[in-house]
C-alpha cells in the first residue's frame, strides 16, 4: 500500500483565508485581533516556533506583539507582564512559550493569564471545560490534528484511536477531542509495555513524544490514519517527526509529513482561537 498523504500546509492555507476575511471584518470595526507572544531565554527552536507565530499573524491581519525575555527573568517579572496584558484591550490571546526556565513555575504562569484570552488552552479552568464538553479554546495542536481528521472525512465515531504521548500540550487534549468525537481511545506513555501491541490496533494513530523512530511500519494497522506530531532532527540535522516516515507509507491509509503536517496545523488553530477570542470579547 502507499499511504495518501494528508498536507498541513494545503489545509493551512484553506483555513487561514477563512480567518484573514473575519479578521479583516473586526479590524472595520476597530476591533482588530490580538496576539501577545512571551518568549524566555534563547532556546534556538522556541524562537523558530515563535517567530513563525508572528509572522502568521502578521499574514492574516492579525495584530502581534513579541515580547522577548533574557532567560534570568524572574518569576514576579513574568507574572506582572501576563497581570499587564490580561488588561490591554488590544490583547485577545496571549501565549508564553514552553518549557519555561526551571526557576519559573509554569503552571502559576498560565493560571495567571486571563482564561478568556488563554488561546493555548492550557489554563486549569480550560482544561476542565474541555474535559466537561464545553470547551472555550481547544488547545492547537490538538485542535489541527482534528481539523486533519475531519479534512479527509473519516470516521471517528467507533474508531479505535491511539495517542502515544500523556503530555498536557498535546497527548492529554488529544485523547479528550477524540473521545468527544466518538472513538474509543487507549492513551499510551513512556512506560507503556509493549507499545506495539497498541499501536497495530489503532485505527487513528497519533505520535506526540517526541523520540524520533519510536513508532516504525511494523507497529502501524494496515490502512490507519498516522499522525506524526513529533518535530526532532535525524542524523544530518534534517527535521523529522516521531515515525519512521518511508515505514509507515508502506502500510498506513494516511500520514502526515514533518514537515508540512501538523506543525502549521498548530499555528494555524492559534490564529483561529485568536480570532475567536476577539469575536467574543
Ligand atoms: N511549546 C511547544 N508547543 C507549545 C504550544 O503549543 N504552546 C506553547 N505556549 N508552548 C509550546
Redesign the pocket.
Known amino acids: 500500500m502507499t499511504s495518501k498523504i494528508i498536507d498541513g500546509n494545503l489545509l493551512s492555507k484553506q483555513i487561514r483565508t477563512e480567518v484573514a476575511k473575519r479578521a479583516a471584518a473586526l479590524t472595520a470595526q476597530g476591533r482588530q485581533p490580538g496576539l501577545a507572544v512571551i518568549l524566555v531565554g534563547d532556546s534556538q527552536a522556541s524562537q523558530v516556533?515563535v517567530r513563525n507565530k508572528i509572522k502568521s499573524c502578521e499574514e492574516n491581519g492579525i495584530h502581534s506583539v513579541f515580547e522577548k525575555y533574557d532567560a534570568s527573568m524572574t518569576e514576579a517579572e513574568l507574572l506582572s507582564r501576563v497581570h499587564a496584558l490580561n488588561h490591554d484591550p488590544k490583547i485577545h490571546g496571549i501565549?508564553?512559550?514552553?518549557p519555561l526556565p526551571a526557576h519559573i513555575d509554569s503552571h502559576k504562569v498560565i493560571e495567571a493569564i486571563a482564561a478568556e484570552k488563554d488561546v493555548?488552552g492550557f489554563h486549569v479552568s480550560n482544561a476542565g471545560l474541555l474535559m466537561t464538553g464545553q470547551p472555550l479554546f481547544r488547545p492547537?495542536?490538538p485542535y489541527g490534528v482534528m481539523k486533519m481528521l475531519e479534512s479527509i472525512d473519516y470516521p471517528v465515531r467507533g474508531a479505535h484511536a491511539v495517542v502515544v504521548g500523556a503530555s498536557n500540550?498535546v497527548g492529554k487534549p488529544q485523547a479528550m477531542l477524540l473521545l468527544q468525537a466518538g472513538a474509543t481511545v487507549t492513551i499510551c506513555n513512556s512506560k507503556t509495555r509493549d507499545l506495539g501491541h497498541h499501536t497495530r490496533d489503532a485505527d487513528i494513530l497519533v505520535v506526540a513524544t517526541g523520540k524520533r523512530n519510536i513508532v516504525t511500519g511494523d507497529m502501524i494497522k494496515p490502512g490507519a490514519v498516522v499522525i506524526d506530531v513529533g518535530m526532532n532532527r535525524d542524523d544530518a540535522g534534517k527535521l523529522c517527526g516521531d515515525v519512521d516516515y518511508a515505514g509507515a507509507c508502506e502500510v498506513a491509509g494516511w500520514v502526515t509529513p514533518v514537515p508540512g503536517g501538523v506543525g502549521p496545523m498548530?499555528i494555524t488553530m492559534l490564529l483561529v482561537n485568536t480570532l475567536e477570542a476577539a469575536e467574543r470579547s
Open positions: 516556533y501565549l508564553v512559550q514552553l493555548d492547537c495542536t500540550i498548530t
